[in-house]
C-alpha cells in the first residue's frame, strides 16, 4: 500500500497523525518528534479504528506503529478496566520481544492513569497473577503464559477489545498457531485487530483472514527485502574452518558490538565458550537459559560490557540495541525469511550496519533459498560456490548447525566442477570419508 500523506512525507510528524496533544509531548519528552514510514502509514488507520496488517522490517518503530493509537484511544476513552480483564492484548513469540514492547508502552504511557503488564514463561506465575487482580489496560504476553492464566482463570479475555499480533509470522514458525486459534474466540467483538511482521510467508494470509476484518494493508520494504544501510557479504567456508574465520573477522572491530546466530542451543553454548577461550567478552543466548540469565545478558550487550553476543534465532526475537553494528550468520537459517529477521537486527534507527553470513558445502540450498526470498544475491566476499551434489536435500529443521554430511563436498579439482572455498580457511573441502556424524555437525565448537 502506498503511504499515507505522501506530498506531506517530508515534514510529517505526530501532531499531523491525529495523536493527542499529551500524548505527542510524551513522545518529546523522549526525543521522539519524527514518525517512520510504518508509522506514518499505520497509525492514521489505526486512529480511524480500521484493522491493520502491518509489513515491516525490525527496527523500523512497529510497536509505536500500533502502540500510541491504542494508547490515544484508551485515554480519550477514560473506562478503567474491571478486575482481571484488559483492555488491550499484545502478543508476541519471544519472552525478549515481550519485555521490549512493555517497556516502550509503559514510556509512552507514563503519567497516565494507564496499566501496563507483562506476563511471560520463565518469570513466577504467581506475582504476574496478583498483577491482573485489579485488571489492566495493556496486556503484553507471550502465548503459551497466557494459556495459563487463562487456564488458572487469572485473566479473562471477554472485553478485550484491542489485540496486536507481533512478529506473526515467527509465531506461526514457533507452532503457536493452535494457541492462536484457541485466544481468538475468548476475545470481545467487535474488536479492533492489528498485525505486524517482517515477512509474508503463505500461511500469513490464513492468518490474517481469520483474525482481521477488512484490513488495511501497510508496508515499508517488500516482503524479503533486507534494510538498505545494511551492507551484505558471504563467506565460502568449510564448516570446522567458520570458528577461526570469525575470530579473524570479529579480531578486526573488537571494540564494536556483533550478534552472532547459531542454529542450535547446544552449538551457540560451544560457540560462546570458544570465543571467550580467544580473548573475546562474549555471552550466549538460548532455549536452556533462564529467563534472568538471558536479561543479564542482553543488558550486558547493551551496556557494552560485552562484545559479542551468540544467539539463536528465536532468543534473538526482540533484541533492539540500536549499537549492533555487525550481524554474522555463523550457521544459515533454514527458513529463508530468518536471514532477514536476523540481519535486521542491525542498521537500526537510521544506523549502518554490515550483514556476514558462512556457507558450508551441505548450506548451499539454504543460501539459494535465502537469495531467491530476497530477490537478490548476497556479493562474495572470500571463497567460491560449493557444487549441490544430486540428491543433496535441505537441512532439517533444528539440525546440526550445518555441519558436514559429505552431500555438498565439492568436486575435485580438475573434475568440471566448480572450485570449493578459500584453501586458507578451508575452502578445499576434502570429501568425508567415515561415518557422517548426527545432529551436531563437523564444527569443533557449533
Known amino acids: 500500500m502506498r503511504g499515507a500523506f505522501p506530498a506531506r512525507k517530508k515534514t510529517m510528524d505526530f501532531d499531523m497523525l491525529g495523536l493527542a496533544p499529551r500524548l505527542v509531548n510524551i513522545l518529546k519528552e523522549q526525543g521522539i518528534t519524527d514518525p517512520t514510514p510504518i508509522q506514518t502509514q499505520a497509525i492514521p488507520h489505526a486512529m480511524n479504528g480500521r484493522d491493520v496488517m502491518g509489513l515491516a522490517q525490525t527496527g523500523t518503530g512497529k510497536t509505536a506503529a500500533f502502540g500510541l493509537p491504542m494508547i490515544d484511544a484508551l485515554l480519550k476513552a477514560g473506562v478503567k478496566p474491571n478486575a482481571k480483564t484488559a483492555r488491550g492484548l499484545i502478543l508476541a513469540p519471544t519472552r525478549e520481544l515481550a519485555k521490549q514492547i512493555a517497556d516502550n508502552l509503559t514510556a509512552y504511557t507514563k503519567g497516565s492513569h ?29 502465548p503459551g503464559r497466557l494459556i495459563d492464566l487463562l487456564d488458572r482463570r487469572a485473566i479473562r479475555l471477554d472485553e478485550t477489545i484491542y489485540l496486536v499480533l507481533d512478529e506473526a509470522d515467527q509465531m506461526l514458525d514457533m507452532g503457536f498457531i493452535h494457541a492462536l486459534r484457541r485466544i481468538a474466540p475468548l476475545l470481545a467483538t467487535p474488536r479492533q485487530t492489528m498485525m505486524f511482521s517482517a515477512t509474508m510467508p503463505k500461511l500469513m494470509a490464513e492468518l490474517a483472514d481469520a483474525f482481521l476484518h477488512d484490513p488495511v494493508r501497510v508496508q515499508v520494504n517488500p516482503p524479503g527485502q533486507a534494510v538498505a544501510k545494511i551492507s551484505q557479504s558471504l563467506h565460502y567456508v568449510a564448516q570446522a574452518a567458520k570458528s577461526d574465520l570469525l575470530v579473524e573477522l570479529l579480531d578486526k572491530h573488537r571494540d564494536e558490538l556483533a550478534l552472532v546466530f547459531g542454529r542450535t542451543k547446544h552449538g551457540c553454548e560451544k560457540l560462546y565458550k570458544f570465543l571467550e577461550s580467544k580473548g573475546f567478552g562474549a555471552a550466549s543466548i538460548h532455549g536452556n537459559k533462564s529467563q534472568g540469565q538471558r536479561e543479564r545478558a542482553i543488558e550486558a550487550f547493551k551496556s557494552g560490557k560485552i562484545r559479542v553476543l551468540v544467539a539463536t534465532d528465536v532468543a534473538a526475537r526482540g533484541i533492539d540495541i540500536p549499537g549492533v553494528r555487525h550481524v554474522y550468520n555463523y550457521d544459515l537459517p533454514n527458513v529463508a525469511e530468518n536471514y532477514v529477521h536476523r540481519i535486521g537486527r542491525t542498521a537500526r534507527a537510521g544506523a549502518e550496519g554490515s550483514a556476514i553470513a558462512f556457507c558450508a558445502p551441505d548450506e548451499m540450498i539454504d543460501l539459494k533459498d535465502i537469495e531467491k526470498a530476497m530477490k537478490e544475491e548476497i556479493p562474495v566476499a572470500s571463497g567460491r560456490a560449493w557444487e549441490i551434489q544430486p540428491g543433496q536435500k535441505k537441512r532439517p529443521n533444528g539440525g546440526g548447525g550445518g555441519g558436514g554430511r559429505g552431500r555438498g563436498a565439492p568436486r575435485a579439482a580438475g573434475g568440471g566442477g566448480r572450485p570449493a572455498g578459500a584453501a586458507k580457511h578451508g575452502g578445499a573441502g576434502k570429501p568425508r570419508t567415515k561415518k557422517p556424524a548426527t545432529g551436531r555437525g563437523r564444527s569443533n565448537v557449533a
Open 114 to 142: 494507564l496499566k501496563v503488564a507483562l506476563v511471560v514463561g520463565g518469570a513466577g506465575i504467581a506475582s504476574q497473577i496478583k498483577r491482573l487482580q485489579n485488571g489492566v489496560d495493556l496486556l503484553v504476553a507471550t
